[in-house]
């Protein structure tokens, strides 16, 4: 299912204020098969800048239009919808599979593993396409996998504008880690020094 815009967006959550780009851990976003090693960070922007370009934008390799993208979150989020915008002349990519909270996927995995949900794409030059989510789904995202198997017949795929549109929990996901660690019993918490040999011995 996808959404144009052709009405208020500010009445539909289509504006800026509903983007997640501000919570993608972009030093960390990564792709396979780019012809640019990290070129698929330029990708990520803010929802006004969808269709500024400087000319940087993720491409695949030549002869090979797959793509996989890595995207991290540093909070959990929950996703509502998903914009692609792609290059000219056939390089759009035509199909999206997802995978969420699953860390080191290749194209192996990706062709064998069950998507959470595909989408036939449209060309969206201009984007104003958004594909919603099946949204019970896509609660609690920490990271979430692209896959694009193929473009709309170009001999690459490129593609210049990735955007998420949802909500952020509140905790930090490095937040939440630091809770998990500090719950877990540390034992030189309960040391004490020893009074000779200058060692340590355990507190009974």
């Known amino acids: 299912m996808s959404c144009t815009h052709d009405h208020n967006c500010e009445d539909h959550e289509c504006s800026s204020d509903w983007s997640l780009y501000k919570h993608i851990d972009l030093s960390k976003v990564s792709a396979l098969n780019e012809s640019v090693s990290g070129s698929v960070q330029s990708v990520f922007k803010a929802w006004e800048q969808r269709l500024h370009s400087s000319g940087e934008h993720l491409e695949s390799n030549e002869g090979d239009p797959e793509l996989l993208v890595f995207v991290p979150f540093t909070s959990d989020v929950k996703i509502k919808s998903i914009s692609i915008v792609g290059g000219p002349e056939g390089t759009s990519p035509s199909k999206l599979r ?107």
């Open 98 to 204: 997802v995978f969420i909270n699953r860390e080191g996927i290749d194209f192996s995995d990706a062709e064998s593993m069950q998507a959470v949900q595909e989408w036939e794409l449209a060309e969206n030059l201009q984007g104003v396409l958004e594909y919603q989510t099946r949204y019970s789904k896509f609660q609690s995202v920490g990271n979430i996998t692209l896959h694009f198997p193929e473009s709309f017949g170009g001999d690459t795929t490129q593609i210049r504008y990735i955007g998420f549109k949802g909500e952020a929990t509140q905790l930090k996901r490095d937040v939440v880690a630091t809770i998990v660690y500090e719950i877990r019993p540390n034992p030189s918490d309960h040391k004490t020094k020893a009074e000779t040999g200058g060692g340590f011995s355990q507190v009974e």
